[in-house]
């Protein structure tokens, strides 16, 4: 034991004053001349004997009164197991995780994780002098490493609120002798390279915060059946519903807004752990810019219960054939659908810019093949480009050998024969995502077309539909961005019966679409990084300044226009879903939306023992076990401030006091 104060100690001399008081006040009992001597004398000693012992017992409250208070000015302390190190004035830091979920309520409490963690952050504070500064961060503040006084740091750590940025990293302009970390430290979020960042001279400590469970629920995503928004017509939503927790969820409601105007709703049981898929349908009476969100009901973490997305009509899909035949049937088919865009090019006669600006190439029947159209339409799968390939019924397929060995495809084909046999397909796969929303009511016994086999191949990304022996008729190869689809026969009727077979028109249509890209994704994520928008007039548009807005605020994002195109990084201070307004000097350009990231929807944490495994070979590292602050308080004291008895002192002295008390009022 040691003492803050030890010359207080020379004042233990004023133990002496109720000892000499004792003393003095000690004298001869007078003598009582009574008649009856014997009962007299027996009550004599046996009140001098309670009266002795009254007196030893006020002497001994008050000696050890005295010595308690003298020891409490003193102040004795036990020494601390581990040094403190430089304790100065400014290198003690403090992080504190407001990210969204700590909106999870804190476990056996009604508060939310972050009121707990600020509550045991302002405890931390205390543990220090008055004169001490703090370096506080947390995931939003602009303060992050500043120097403030304690009244300051609470009266920062009272303004927090939830934040959509991830775990808080401190700023590092220098090393702190001690930075406590208060957190529900996610497995999402977390990792042990925070730990990393910092000198080993830091002392890290590790304060978690236990939430109440790993309950969640939250919309991961939506997208289009086909990314194809019809205006005046039926579309299809495609919605993902997660579900974080260990535990079933039922009749959860699910809500979509067009417009802010409720347009469909259905009610979803989620099992634990997973994503749930729903289908929506809904219907555009008008064409123009929409904006939309989907709508969950959960508490107590409700950041991620809106999901915005923005619905542009799509313009005309461009379709362009390249063909040999005089009439193709693609040409009717196309051209009955004003969603489509259709040219048809002439093997000899082709308009390469206008080829290579379409959304879905056809080579519909070309015999031979010329190096030049081969090497532009590789390029267009490369890019991004669907192309469809129908075979010819010439054996001839110059130029086709170097098309499916630039684009990694083992194809090849010999042609057809007069007396070849026509072998019927199989019955398409309903639950095959390409002949999703086709069919009202599948018929697996539906009558199915027949063709010969002029092309043959293998190892496609997916068969579409296949002959009854098993050989694919029409597959799928995805190569990049792009697609590439073939067919195994020409569409001649005298090869191939699905030219007169209802199922011609929805797999023609069905390939052009799945081969349309939205220039606009339905919504974007904050922090996506870098988003590119088609803009026009790009010339004189490199001569202003984009800027996005968002009611009252507005960001200017790093931009740059290439290619017809704008390209520019979410700013790292846009932190608030919803929908915004890019424009250009003034001028609204594009509706945005943007969402939450779902790393915060998934509560699961680190427990304190898997904590300490993850920062096992890091010695400066201490990792605190669930508990009030109290706790927290009481461990880091002992360690490095040693356990201080002044208070025990004090309380001792008040207690003898109160003996001394006693003991005169009472015996």
């Not at 056996?108 to 509550?119: F, G, K, P």
């Not at 001690?178 to 497995?187: A, R, T």
Request: proline letters at 4%.
């Amino acid at each position: 034991m040691a003492f803050l104060y030890p010359s207080f100690l020379f004042a233990l001399a004023a133990v002496a004053i109720p000892v000499i008081l004792h003393l003095v006040q000690l004298r001869r009992a007078k003598k009582v001349v009574f008649s009856n001597v014997k009962f007299i004398q027996a009550s004599k000693d046996l009140t001098a004997s309670q009266r002795n012992l009254k007196q030893i017992l006020i002497l001994l409250a008050r000696v050890l009164f005295i010595t308690f208070l003298v020891l409490a000015f003193a102040q004795p302390y036990l020494p601390a197991s581990e040094s403190i190190g430089a304790s100065g004035d400014s290198d003690v830091a403090i992080v504190v995780d407001n990210s969204f979920s700590t909106q999870s309520r804190q476990a056996a409490q009604d508060i939310s994780v972050l009121e707990a963690a600020t509550d045991r952050a302002k405890a931390i504070i205390n543990l220090f002098p008055a004169s001490t500064s703090f370096s506080l961060s947390a995931s939003d503040r602009a303060r992050h490493g500043a120097s403030v006084q304690g009244e300051d740091a609470a009266a920062y750590l009272e303004e927090l609120d939830f934040s959509s940025s991830s775990f808080p990293l401190l700023s590092q302009r220098k090393n702190p002798s001690h930075l406590f970390v208060v957190s529900d430290f996610q497995k999402s979020t977390f990792s042990s390279r925070f730990i990393g960042a910092y000198d080993s001279l830091t002392q890290i400590h590790i304060v978690p915060i236990a939430s109440s469970g790993e309950s969640n629920v939250a919309v991961d995503s939506v997208y289009l059946e086909d990314e194809f928004v019809r205006p005046a017509s039926d579309n299809v939503l495609h919605i993902r519903v997660l579900n974080t927790g260990s535990e079933a969820v039922e009749d959860v409601p699910v809500k979509l807004f067009i417009n802010e105007s409720q347009v469909a709703a259905l009610s979803l049981d989620l099992p634990a752990n997973q994503v749930t898929e729903a289908v929506m349908n809904f219907k555009l009476d008008d064409g123009g810019i929409k904006k939309a969100y989907v709508q969950i009901e959960d508490f107590p973490v409700d950041f991620d219960n809106n999901y915005h997305f923005v619905l542009t009509p799509s313009s005309g899909i461009k379709v362009t054939e390249i063909t040999d035949l005089l009439q193709s049937p693609l040409q009717r088919l196309y051209k009955s659908e004003p969603f489509f865009e259709f040219t048809s090019y002439n093997a000899g006669n082709i308009d390469y810019a206008e080829v290579t600006n379409s959304d879905v190439i056809i080579l519909n029947g070309i015999s031979n093949l010329s190096p030049a159209v081969a090497t532009t339409v590789a390029n267009f799968v490369k890019d991004g480009g669907s192309l469809i390939v129908i075979p010819s019924a010439s054996a001839e397929r110059g130029g086709y050998s170097s098309l499916f060995q630039d684009l990694n495809i083992s194809a090849n084909g010999s042609g057809v024969q007069q007396t070849q046999n026509k072998s019927t397909l199989n019955a398409p796969d309903p639950n095959n995502p390409f002949f999703r929303s086709i069919f009202s009511e599948f018929d697996p016994k539906m009558k199915m077309p027949a063709a010969v086999r002029s092309l043959v191949w293998s190892r496609a990304s997916d068969d579409i539909l296949k002959f009854r022996g098993g050989s694919p008729f029409l597959s799928r190869f995805d190569r990049g961005e792009g697609q590439v689809y073939l067919m195994a026969a020409p569409l001649d009727e005298q090869y191939n019966s699905l030219v007169n077979h209802a199922l011609l028109v929805p797999v023609m249509f069905k390939m052009a679409i799945t081969g349309y890209k939205q220039e606009q994704q339905l919504s974007y994520s904050l922090g996506s990084g870098t988003i590119q928008i088609p803009v026009e007039n790009a010339a004189s548009a490199k001569e202003g300044v984009y800027e996005l807005s968002q009611d009252s605020l507005s960001f200017i994002p790093e931009q740059q226009v290439r290619g017809g195109k704008l390209y520019f990084n979410v700013p790292g201070t846009m932190d608030r879903a919803g929908f915004y307004t890019l424009s250009w000097q003034g001028k609204p350009v594009a509706t945005l939306a943007f969402n939450y990231g779902t790393e915060e929807s998934r509560l699961d944490q680190y427990s304190p023992d898997e904590l300490r495994a993850l920062v096992s070979n890091a010695k400066n590292v201490k990792v605190y076990d669930y508990g009030d602050a109290f706790s927290v308080k009481g461990e880091f004291e002992k360690r490095y401030f040693g356990v201080k008895l002044w208070k025990y002192c004090l309380i001792l002295c008040l207690l003898f006091l109160m003996v001394e008390i006693a003991l005169i009022r009472f015996l």
